[in-house]
């Protein structure tokens, strides 16, 4: 998987904290000034294209999340993250999916 730019990798961890949503919601995240949800979405775009997120329809829009298999293979190969963080990941995931 291609590396990330410090903005990507900036808006991959905003949207870990949403789960899934649309550029506004990550733009909505940022102080004054934000950045237009239009840029937000160039980087949405990037970041599905190296294969980081994937889309959805939803309404007249679309809605991303993470491509979760993606993200662990790329890290996992960056050797930045561990068994255990991974277990702990998996375990957070589960509680927050219910």
């Keep these: 998987m291609e590396k990330l730019t410090s903005k990507e990798e900036e808006v ?19 102080p004054e000034p934000q950045p237009s949800a239009n840029a937000i979405a160039q980087v949405f775009q990037a970041l599905e294209k190296k294969g980081y ?31 255990a963080d991974l277990l702990q990941y998996l375990a957070d995931l589960k509680r927050k999916e219910g």
Excluded at 15 to 29: E, M
């Design 53 to 83: 997120l994937t889309h959805e329809p939803k309404g007249r829009g679309f809605v991303y999340r993470d491509s979760y298999m993606s993200v662990v293979s790329a890290l996992m190969q960056e050797e930045k993250v561990t068994e």
């Design 12 to 30: 991959m961890e905003l949207i870990w904290q949403l789960g899934q949503c649309a550029p506004k919601d990550v733009s909505s995240l940022y």
